[in-house]
């Protein structure tokens, strides 16, 4: 059975998303997060992404969502 934040997460990242973003959905620090989102990887539960950067340029799709995720902290 998975905890409630394992769950919690589960159900955020059924859309991509970056992890500043689920942190500040579920008002959780962003380390502690990160941690979890790990561990999930680790488990199988979670898949983590990276950006591809073209030419070096960061994504600015990904750029706009780490800033709101990082204004509703």
């Not at 008002?27 to 990887?41: H, N």
């Not at 539960?45 to 340029?57: C, E, M, N, R, T």
Request: proline share 4%.
């Amino acid at each position: 059975m998975l905890s409630t934040e394992y769950q919690a997460i589960s159900m955020l990242c059924r859309q991509l998303r970056s992890v500043a973003e689920v942190s500040a959905l579920l008002r959780m620090p962003l380390g502690v997060t990160r941690v979890l989102i790990a561990d999930m990887a680790a488990e199988g539960l979670v898949q983590i992404h990276h950006p591809s950067l073209d030419a070096g340029k960061p994504d600015l799709n990904l750029l706009e969502r780490v800033l709101s995720g990082l204004r509703r902290l």
